[in-house]
């Protein structure tokens, strides 16, 4: 058994992240193992079994031993891959699946959900956000190392984190044009660090790439070195799009103010989040007025993972 932990997912760079923001706060050094069922097998998943090509002694398998002390995973493709990894090393690989995996929570030892999910169980632990890799030590690194393009910005500087379309959410060409307007007129007040997703609509990133590539702004393009926690741990506050509960919540941990801008669209689950980050004095509209106080950061990241260390030690403490 390698004292290691293993990321189990299908690439997804939300997943990863998360995975990797708990096996940072474990402090137990990971491996990333990625899973790629074939189309036929991913219709039956998470219910189904793995892709019998992934089988542990197939050359490339994700599951190949040896197996680690701990494995976390997300993702409904993961989920029969952990499930598998847990009978293959006769329970003694401490399994962890991050959000809700849409079946029986038994699959795994430990499951972990956001509240706003409203699910629960005996081996269920919730928070208010969800997990990241921007811990206070990193933040305050980001501060005292800053990027040189950021340490020539004027203050006070905006971080500027821009999603896009999804399920549950769109940009209309109304909500463009306000959120343009809008970021134009921060932008005499603020020293804007802008990046998108690759869900941002093309007009939308087009004309960010423009506004952050003027005098006194910045556009990370997606080349190089992700500068996220840079722009977050060097903001005065943080703009973001409500379409990702991940960005509300990763700005979170700065203690700074985060304003958000809600595109067309709703979730009950989303909304429940949201109202929550309002009630905490952490969101605030945008457009809107730049008046908000600071606030004690919030990261459930540690929390999670002295949680499934008490886990793991009751595990072992019971044999």
């Not at 190089?224 to 722009?231: R, S």
């Amino acid at each position: 058994m390698s004292q290691n932990l293993w990321v189990l997912t299908d690439g997804k760079i939300g997943d990863v992240a998360q995975c990797i923001g708990v096996a940072d706060a474990l402090g137990l050094p990971y491996e990333i193992r990625l899973v790629a069922p074939r189309k036929l097998f991913t219709y039956a998943m998470p219910w189904g079994p793995i892709d019998p090509k992934d089988a542990p002694h197939k050359p490339e398998s994700p599951l190949a031993p040896p197996y680690p002390a701990v494995a976390i995973a997300s993702g409904r493709r993961a989920v029969p891959y952990l499930r598998a990894l847990k009978r293959l090393s006769k329970g003694q690989t401490f399994t962890v699946f991050l959000k809700d995996p849409k079946i029986n929570s038994k699959f795994a030892d430990f499951v972990w959900a956001p509240e706003h999910d409203g699910i629960s169980g005996k081996n269920i632990v919730t928070t208010l956000t969800s997990p990241h890799r921007f811990s206070a030590q990193k933040l305050q690194d980001a501060r005292d190392n800053p990027l040189e393009a950021i340490a020539a910005l004027p203050k006070p500087k905006a971080a500027v984190l821009i999603g896009g379309n999804s399920q549950h959410h769109t940009f209309t060409p109304d909500n463009i044009n306000t959120l343009l307007a809008a970021l134009k007129n921060l932008s005499q007040t603020h020293s804007l660090m802008i990046t998108c997703s690759r869900r941002t609509p093309r007009e939308l990133a087009t004309q960010l790439h423009d506004l952050g590539r003027s005098e006194g702004h910045l556009f990370w393009n997606g080349e190089g070195e992700n500068p996220i926690a840079q722009y977050l741990a060097n903001a005065e506050i943080t703009v973001v799009t409500t379409d990702s509960t991940n960005m509300v919540g990763e700005a979170a941990a700065t203690g700074k103010p985060v304003y958000g801008f809600r595109p067309t669209g709703s979730h009950r689950k989303f909304d429940r989040f949201l109202s929550r980050m309002e009630d905490l004095g952490v969101l605030h509209p945008f457009p809107g007025d730049i008046l908000a106080p600071t606030y004690e950061p919030i990261d459930a990241t540690p929390d999670i993972a002295d949680a499934i260390s008490k886990a793991i030690e009751q595990k072992q403490t019971s044999g």
